[in-house]
């Protein structure tokens, strides 16, 4: 009898854990209630890679591919654009709903709120040609520049990675730029720091680059309340106090955990270049990646270092955070299959 009891006391513990901790967010955070993922949003079906050479049609391919992703990352909803004549101080990257509104919702039985978020936004257009331009060593002497800034109509790049040094090898057409965690954190550290410093200075020439281009945080920020506060005070410093003529956007849910599920990847995260291809199929026809090579030599045996600008250590073959051969043999695939383009080689 005692058992008996003990069994039914568990599912009533655990809904009270659940209960208990939702309530704890409800109470510390903006919005308890995230936006949730489309219900007609599945995982890409593992027959998409089966006998690729029965249906040589790559533009057929391709654009079921661009539809699968649409379900998952519906463009204006991954891409969260603020108009142009939003004053930062209305940038307010909601990712979710609140308490209270989620109560007038639910008696009014509207999307009062999505409406509102949206009512902000504007929508990112087709481009025909796009280049993503990851970080990698590979891209060191490669001459790759004049190819990026003539070749593509649209330009991608990752985390404010400097350019004028580099111009031979990385170009310098930038209209996305792609911020993780880290750099959030390291921009708000450095231009909340007093005076000026020679580490602020090399940050404005990074991002003055940028030109008008689009800064995209594809992270989550509703329940990391420093990351949407430290976003409120970057939106306010480089629009206003800097005058850069950027603009600013963000997304509805925390990109990497849907791009891992999606492409059925084991690993606790996707590379941020991973999630900026994934959702640039969204918005380009034609995709070419540069800087993407996860190896320490390259075909020829030349000794390749982890980014391009700097002379870190990266492991790759094991790494608790990013499975990033899974991910390299994963471009390769889509690469044979014609769907992407992987330049691993000089362009000189």
């Not at 901790?21 to 919005?31: F, N």
């Not at 902000?120 to 970080?135: P, R, S, T, V």
Request: charged share 25%; glycine share 6%.
């Amino acid at each position: 009898m005692m058992k008996a009891k003990t069994l039914l006391t568990r599912p009533r513990c655990f809904c009270l854990l659940m209960f208990g901790s939702w309530l704890i967010l409800a109470i510390i955070t903006e919005e308890p209630f995230g936006l949730p993922v489309p219900v007609e949003c599945k995982r890409l079906d593992g027959t998409f890679f089966a006998h690729p050479d029965e249906d040589p049609d790559v533009n057929k391919k391709v654009e079921m591919l661009r539809k699968h992703i649409l379900k998952c990352f519906p463009i204006d909803w991954t891409v969260m654009l603020y108009k142009e004549g939003i004053p930062s101080s209305e940038m307010d990257f909601k990712q979710g709903v609140g308490f209270i509104e989620y109560i007038i919702e639910s008696i009014n039985q509207n999307n009062a709120t999505r409406t509102f978020i949206k009512s902000k936004l504007d929508a990112l257009k087709m481009y025909d040609k796009c280049a993503i331009i990851g970080n990698g060593g590979i891209l060191e002497n490669s001459g790759c520049g004049p190819e990026i800034d003539t070749r593509y109509d649209y330009v991608m790049r990752a985390n404010i990675a400097p350019i004028r040094n580099f111009k031979d090898d990385v170009g310098t057409k930038t209209n996305f730029t792609v911020l993780n965690y880290d750099i959030i954190r390291t921009l708000y550290s450095v231009l909340s720091s007093e005076g000026r410093t020679l580490e602020k200075a090399d940050f404005i020439e990074r991002l003055k680059w940028l030109n008008d281009s689009v800064i995209w945080y594809h992270k989550g920020a509703r329940t990391r309340f420093w990351a949407k506060n430290k976003l409120r005070y970057l939106a306010k410093e480089l629009k206003v106090s800097y005058n850069l003529p950027i603009r600013i956007a963000y997304t509805y849910t925390a990109i990497e955990h849907l791009t891992k599920w999606f492409w059925s990847i084991d690993v606790p995260y996707t590379t941020t270049g991973l999630n900026m291809y994934t959702v640039a199929i969204a918005f380009c026809k034609e995709i070419t990646l540069y800087g993407f090579y996860p190896f320490v030599v390259d075909a020829k045996g030349r000794s390749i270092r982890h980014h391009y600008y700097e002379d870190v250590v990266m492991e790759y073959t094991y790494n608790r955070i990013h499975n990033i051969p899974t991910e390299f043999k994963l471009l390769q695939r889509l690469n044979d299959m014609g769907i992407l383009h992987l330049k691993t080689s000089p362009c000189i």
